[in-house]
């Protein structure tokens, strides 16, 4: 009895994660379908697949539309400035809140954690009018202070419950043999926070790459716009072609792609490493 009952969970669990799975997949599909349609076939059969042969038109009109190299420089280097110091101040903001003893070191590490429950579209005026008053508007390093302000509170959650699970005698120890602050925190916390420092990095890789709000926000249609702002205005400032704005998806979300299929396993195993220690 107790093994038919499991054989039916088994089975249960199996079609829920079936039915996960395609819900996932199915928009990724429906969308590298469409980009291949000429607009004609796709009003004529939205879901189906193409009857009237497989095109390149739309990826070629996307590139010609879009300035493509131009907006995938723009978006490496939004992402990649944004990344490497969202990464690095939550490193810092980390060790402060969890190896360094001073007063009101709760009250700091809680206002960052409630800060996580704050939607970025509750603040994004008051972000737009800093940017303005930093003169900006319209540059990479208005976008890249977004970011990192954006991204540090998740990265500084994940790496404190990292860093809590190192004792505190390995650092004292170190501290013995004339460590300062900087080497114990990177030459000895941050090798050994590696898989958790991986999953942080792929996960504020994606999220920057695939951002429109601050984007839009922060760039506007400047020539420092990145390439999903570029995709938006293909449905807006143009002609609404649903398989030419899906052929500017799939080229935006290609680095995506390769980056978790690459690093999937530092991805997984970095989001576990805490909890296994």
């Known amino acids: 009895m107790n093994t038919h009952a499991a054989r039916i969970g088994r089975y249960l669990l199996t079609f829920a994660l079936v039915v996960v799975a395609v819900a996932a997949i199915y928009p990724l599909l429906f969308t590298v379908v469409s980009s291949l349609k000429t607009q004609t076939g796709f009003a004529r059969d939205p879901l189906g697949l193409p009857t009237s042969g497989i095109t390149l038109e739309n990826y070629v009109e996307a590139f010609r539309r879009m300035d493509m190299p131009r907006l995938l420089f723009n978006s490496l280097v939004t ?8 990464v690095l101040a939550a490193l810092l903001v980390a060790y402060v809140v969890t190896k360094l003893r001073f007063r009101g070191k709760k009250l700091v590490f809680l206002l960052i954690i409630v800060s996580l429950t704050i939607p970025s579209q ?11 008053d930093l003169g900006m508007s319209g540059e990479y390093q208005g976008l890249i202070l977004a970011y990192a302000a954006f991204g540090l509170p998740l990265g500084t959650y ?4 990292y860093f809590q699970q190192i004792p505190d005698e390995l650092i004292e120890a170190a501290r013995v043999d004339g460590a300062g602050h ?10 050994i926070a ?6 942080l990095a792929i996960f504020n890789f994606v ?3 695939n951002d ?21 205005l293909l449905s807006g400032q143009y002609d ?22 690459v690093f999937q396993r530092q991805l997984v195993s970095g989001a576990l490493a805490g909890s296994g220690k």
Do not use: E, H, N
Not at 79 to 86: A, E, Q, Y
Not at 122 to 131: G, H, M, N, R, S
Not at 194 to 199: M, Q, V
Not at 212 to 232: A, C, E, F, N, Q
């Open 212 to 232: 429109l709000l601050l984007p839009l926000v922060i760039m506007g249609g400047s020539d420092s716009k990145t390439l999903m702002v570029g995709v938006s």
């Open 207 to 209: 999220w920057m790459w």
């Open 158 to 161: 994940q790496l404190a419950g």
């Open 240 to 261: 609404v072609s649903v398989p030419l704005v899906s052929a500017g998806l799939i080229v935006a979300l290609l680095p995506v792609l390769i980056i978790y299929l």
């Open 182 to 191: 900087f080497t114990v925190l990177f030459r000895l916390l941050t090798p």
């Open 194 to 199: 590696t898989p958790a420092l991986a999953a």
């Open 122 to 132: 509750a603040i994004i005026y008051p972000l737009y009018q800093t940017v303005l």
């Open 79 to 86: 992402t990649v400035g944004g990344l490497v110091l969202s």
